[in-house]
């Protein structure tokens, strides 16, 4: 697609439910990136894949969160036993080759817990 | 840790000003970005500027990069209302072995008509 694509736009759960998040980044983009972004702050990096390489997932906070990349394209954020502190807005960007090319982000997934 | 840190944290001028920007980091770098993020959504890429590159125009946005100091900064010239959103710089940590850009906390803009 022209941009990268996130969904939902915006999701509400219940305390203890697992959400999947999408991302479908760029066509043709091999770098693919997953941020998180509390209320007035900065953007914090959760996980990086590139390519068919295994991902970087450093930034993951707990083993709640975990992500997939199918076939070098779209990408599914999954966020079990959600708790109220994962409430943020949920950032995917792409990237040509790797952040020395610039990120093109999606316009992200507002996650609210309950 | 934090890469790259934004100051100052706000600022709010009028229309028809300039606007300074600046950001700090802390290891070397291969080249720093700048963005901007309306109503709490996507970021917006603004411009890159090399290492080895020490002044970047692009339309109203001038970026400086002085890496004896570690510093960038952007300057926006004849601000509009529109310029209103936050802006971040980001870089990456080239002597460790992650692959992604850190962001700083924004500069929150407030351009007032």
Not at chain 2, 16 to 43: D, P
């Amino acid at each position: 697609g022209a941009g990268v694509s996130q969904s939902p736009s915006n999701k509400v759960t219940e305390k203890g439910k697992d959400v999947e998040l999408r991302c479908d980044p760029i066509s043709g983009h091999t770098a693919l990136y997953w941020y998180r972004q509390s209320l007035g702050q900065g953007l914090e990096f959760l996980i990086y894949f590139q390519g068919n390489s295994a991902p970087d997932k450093s930034g993951l906070p707990s083993d709640r969160f975990s992500a997939e990349r199918t076939g070098g394209s779209v990408s599914t954020l999954t966020i079990q036993r959600t708790q109220q502190e994962d409430s943020a807005v949920y950032l995917c960007a792409s990237s040509l080759f790797d952040r020395d090319y610039g990120y093109t982000f999606g316009s992200g997934t507002r996650l609210t817990v309950v | 840790s934090q890469q790259g840190e934004e100051d100052p944290q706000a600022l709010s001028i009028q229309e028809g000003e300039n606007a300074t920007m600046n950001c700090s980091y802390k290891t070397s770098i291969n080249n720093l970005q700048w963005y901007r993020q309306n109503s709490g959504r996507g970021l917006v890429h603004l411009i890159l500027i090399r290492s080895n590159e020490r002044e970047k125009h692009s339309g109203r946005l001038r970026v400086t990069l002085d890496t004896s100091k570690k510093s960038s900064s952007l300057l926006i010239t004849a601000s509009r209302a529109a310029d209103t959103a936050s802006y971040f710089c980001a870089t990456g940590n080239y002597g460790g072995s992650q692959g992604n850009l850190i962001f700083g906390k924004g500069t929150k803009l407030s351009v007032k008509p």
